[in-house]
């Protein structure tokens, strides 16, 4: 009998079988023990009156804000816990929302056609809400020595990213720096190996914007090969740091210390840096609400087109909480209402921006948020 | 044998004599009973699951499917130009951390059996315990503050000086986030399983043999050559190959340290040309996969299972192979020596008398690694009757 050969397959079979099924979070609503008082009005929430536990996950971009917010919630609410797994990722997050093991999910894209569908089956004929809580930008990183600030318009961008400029000197670079010494350094871009939702708003900008330059569909893997594909943000903020003559994209509030480029607006001749303003701005300037045919949902489609003025920053990124209209149980209808309320308020938003690097979600977007959220229950 | 005494214990005592079994026993057996079973039913339930969640993709039409052909999946014939390249990636990254590391895993288990004193050598092999206890992750983290740059300099003269190999060529990594980084780092990874199976069977080789070896002249490097590789080189086969299924299954360090694109590329050297391996692939992609993207890529797990198990059955067939020519050849060495010299035919009957304790030895050591225990010594023991 070749029992332990056998078992040494099945050991490592097993390992992969493990490492595969971890998505099957097992999560599960820990249902309320006492119910809550409703709450019509989302800003203002008893907080003494709730308890429980919220289970969600999802995209990684939020989760510097949803700790942010979970520890000033449970705060304030002291019977409530609240656990939001970030190793999901946007894509998975969602899957576990639809099997019915989160409350909410976070995602950087909202629901698809088909998930709209299934949406129905977990939540109901009134379908789920895409509610963009939350605010960011998409910060062009890049580490040249000799070079601390660096315009870089559109097209060099897409050029750049296309692998069609290969040095520092390029032409093209040193037309949007004149004045700037720039070295003959051949550059490393650098992209994120795993999907990723700022890939996916990445190459949204670049293809609306240079649709005859980057001529790759948008989507959450990066297209390209030939670049040096790291995982995770902090993978292509690290490997941007150590090299010379990298250039890479992350979320706005990952970059940490490093040098992000300032981006033209539009086709003009301004270059804007990231702030969290700019980026409000630009939400304001090019989020549209994409009809879905649910009612109350927030799904946003952005034209990055629309980006003009100065005082917008050109690569915004958006980020969901989804939740459904109709909970299974409508105590945790109450308590996860309670939550993404308070995420949506002035004060939640203060709170991402102030300790998460995010930006403010404009406050007429925070007041459909409040009217949608009343559907809630 | 028609009468059993208590002088052969593997044989059953009459039912009169045998202890009553108390529930103890019973509930003891039932127990490793079951855990023995549960092996049996994890591996098919593994094995169903993957089948069943990967036949969707498998099946599905690649070109026009719309799911397939967003986000990681897109652009692809079918499966199997999908995970060809996965497959390369994998076992090319494997090979080179199987050729960087297994000398010296080698190299490592004969120190410590036959060089070192004794106390650093107990010193040694608990270091090298320690580092199979390093979680993976450490591992690739470590490789991409270490290993990366480390490896620059030496990248860059490969490059330089050896760009005409094709292994060598392209255009030089500068961030070091190259398929050699993964592999050196990988090949740490298997030392200690390497080092710790092979310094067993070194250890295990008989006195009587290293002894007749040096007493007929030998140095010791000609000692360990004549007595040692051969007594044990079927068990570093099996230890190799061991690693090389380590290597195989390896996710989260080349998923941190490669930069990886699904092509087939022998390149080592370069940024984008780094062959993806199946399970970083995984890894990388699982999150954001839609669910017949998920199914793809069970599927390429799938396929990794299968790998592994042809890896396992392939250390098998060598390492039965490998101990069988060995003793062939012994025996036709030790025939050929001229029987005049009385202290030769000393040493060769000691040799011959030393199989029978070899055979117990090895048997042993094979029962540390694959456990073929009865089929192993069976073999030996024939041929040593013969």
Known sequence: ?377 | MSKPGPSSPQQRAPKGMRAKARPADRIFLGLSTGSAASIMVILAGVALFLIIQAVPAIMADWQNNPELNEGPTSGYANFWTYVGPLIFGTLFASAIALIIGAPIAIGIALFISHYAPRRLAGILGYLVDLLAAVPSIVFGLWGIIVIRPFLLPLSDWLNTYLGWIPFFGGTVSTTGSTILAGAVVLAVMILPIITSISREIFLQTPRLHEEAALALGATKWEMIKMAVFPYGRSGVISATLLGLGRALGETMAIALIISPAILVSVRMLTEGENSQTIAANIALNFPIATTLQREALIGTGLLLFVISLAVNMLARIIAGRAGKSALKKRKKMLAQLPPSDPSTVLAVDDVLAGRATAAQATTGAAAAIDGDETETSKEEREGNDA
Not at chain 1, 70 to 93: E, L
């Open chain 1, 1 to 377: 009998m070749k029992l332990k050969n056998v078992a040494a397959v099945g050991s490592l079979a097993l390992v992969t079988a493990l490492a595969l099924s971890s998505c099957a979070s097992s999560g599960g609503d820990a249902g309320s023990t006492d119910s809550a008082t409703p709450t019509s009005a989302a800003p203002t929430i008893d907080f003494a009156s709730l308890s429980g536990t919220i289970t969600a996950g999802g995209s990684s971009a939020q989760a510097n804000a949803e700790a942010a917010w979970i520890t000033a919630f449970t705060a304030q609410a002291k019977g409530v816990t609240i656990n939001y797994d970030k190793s999901q990722g946007s894509g998975g997050g969602v899957t576990n929302w639809l099997a019915g093991s989160y409350d909410f999910a976070g995602s950087d894209s909202p629901l698809k056609d088909d998930q709209i569908t299934q949406s129905q089956t977990l939540c109901g004929p009134g379908g789920a809400l895409n509610l963009p809580v939350y605010l960011d930008g998409v910060a062009v990183i890049y580490n040249l020595a000799g070079v601390t600030d660096l315009n870089l318009s559109s097209a060099t961008i897409a050029k750049i990213f296309s692998l069609q400029i290969t040095t520092w000197n390029d032409p093209a670079i040193a037309a949007d720096n004149p004045g700037v010494t720039l070295p003959s350094t051949p550059i490393t871009t650098v992209t994120r190996s795993d999907g990723s939702g700022t890939t996916t708003n990445f190459t949204n900008y670049l293809s609306q914007t240079q649709p005859s330059i980057w001529t790759n569909a948008p989507g959450n893997a990066w297209p390209i090969a030939g670049s040096s594909a790291q995982q995770g943000g902090s993978g292509v903020v690290n490997t941007v740091k150590a090299g010379d003559g990298t250039i890479g994209y992350a979320d706005h509030s990952a970059i940490g210390d490093l040098t992000a480029a300032n981006v033209q607006v539009g086709t003009g001749t301004d270059f804007v840096a990231f702030s969290a303003e700019g980026a409000s701005n630009a939400f304001t300037a090019a989020a549209t609400t994409v009809d879905t045919g649910v009612e109350g949902d927030l799904a946003q489609k952005i034209d990055y087109t629309a980006i003009t003025d100065a005082d917008a920053y050109p690569i915004p990124l958006i980020s969901y909480q989804i939740l459904c209209t109709t909970f299974a149980d409508e105590a945790q209808g109450e308590l996860t209402k309670a939550f993404v309320s308070y995420v949506a308020s002035d004060q939640g938003q203060q709170i991402s921006a102030k300790n998460a690097g995010a930006a403010p979600i404009p406050a007429d977007m925070l007041a459909q948020i409040a009217t949608s959220l009343e559907l809630v229950k």
